[in-house]
């Protein structure tokens, strides 16, 4: 089965990262009313990190019946590098997903320099990143039906 053919009408997988469990429970806090209003239901996959996620969305595209994917984690900068690297790479990595294998993704990975400034964004009441990229997955499975037919 190609990613193509994994056209769950009605269902939404979250890959979250588990790194900061705080930061992602506010993130999925904030986007799951929005999928029980578009009338999709969800499905939770945790992972490690946010290196793991596009791996997790890819191993699922192929294997699972989903309309979208929901993609929730949090870096924060540190002394080294790392950040720079794990940031870059899980964006490449989520963007190819997109364009490559046509799903349809709500980007919802926050990429802070301090934890104070990703509790802002997480928080429902705050920023509310996770409506954010809720809304994203949203439309953006209305486009991919609306030119795949499904």
């Known amino acids: 089965m190609s990613p193509a053919d994994a056209k769950g009408p009605d ?22 009313p929005l999928l ?13 990190g946010v290196f793991e996620i596009p791996a997790a969305v890819r191993h699922a595209a192929f294997g699972g019946n ?12 540190g002394e080294t590098t790392h950040y720079d690297h794990i940031c870059e790479e899980a964006s490449r990595a989520i963007m190819d997903l997109t364009m490559r294998d046509s799903l349809a993704v709500g980007f919802g990975i926050l990429t802070c320099e301090t934890m104070d400034q990703a509790i802002v964004r997480a928080d429902p009441k705050g920023k509310n990143k996770g409506a954010e990229a809720a809304r994203a997955c949203i439309a953006m499975i209305g486009v991919k039906r609306r030119f795949d037919g499904a």
């Open 11 to 32: 269902r939404v997988l979250i890959v979250e990262s588990r790194y900061y469990p705080a930061i992602a429970d506010g993130l999925i806090a904030g986007a799951l």
């Open 66 to 77: 989903y309309a979208g994917f929901l993609t929730f984690g949090c870096v924060i900068r």
């Open 36 to 48: 029980e209003e578009a009338g999709l239901h969800h499905e939770r996959l945790e992972v490690p």
